[in-house]
């Protein structure tokens, strides 16, 4: 059992259209971060939330970190083929085991 | 600045055999961690360390040795390679440990046991 539970696995869209992925966990983390992995590369951080509620946008990605600090969302308005790859939550589960998430593959088609 | 460096890319093992995996940074971070990346499992840590001299086991830590003798490097050693492991390799690092910090990754080392 993952700590850490994204979904969907799998997501094909149009280019231009939005979506929202999601990471979901029963346990509280002081923080979590979402990183963007392309194909034969190490993943890339795109942000880290700290604080419950907390909303942080980078351009046309939104990312929100839940009330309670145990879930998180990201939602990509007018998504475009550069949008592709797959995208990883990751939180601290003491403060040096960094747990990950399986992952969501987006496919943004032209 | 190269970054996180990792050496060979790729490698190809027998059942049983040993080898280590090179993971260095320039960067001079205080963490370095090493990560296996399998389909639908995300990565899973398998071996940190918070400073020369010190590391620890994460989440899957069987089957593989680590040590710290520098800051730059953090080797990691498969002792006696099985099919199990079978994976992709990901070594990273960060300014100190915690999960408030940006973990930068190596390009990864994709290993196959036979």
Redesign the interface.
Known sequence: TQLLEQSPQFLSIQEGENLTVYCNSSSVFSSLQWYRQEPGEGPVLLVTVVTGGEVKKLKRLTFQFGDARKDSSLHITAAQPGDTGLYLCAGAYNNNDMRFGAGTRLTVKP | NAG?TQTPKFQVLKTGQSMTLQCAQDMNHE?M?W?RQDP??????IH?S?GAGIT?Q??VPNGYNVSRSTTEDFPLRLLSAAPSQTSVY?C?SSPS????N??F????TRLTVL
Not at chain 2, 97 to 100: E, F, K, L, N, S
Not at chain 2, 105 to 108: E, H, I, M, Q, Y
Request: no cysteine.
């Open positions: 996180v963490y961690s990560y639908g499992m995300g990565l899973r840590l940190y918070v620890d994460g989440e990901f990273a440990a915690g999960g408030y940006e973990q990754f190596g390009p990864g």
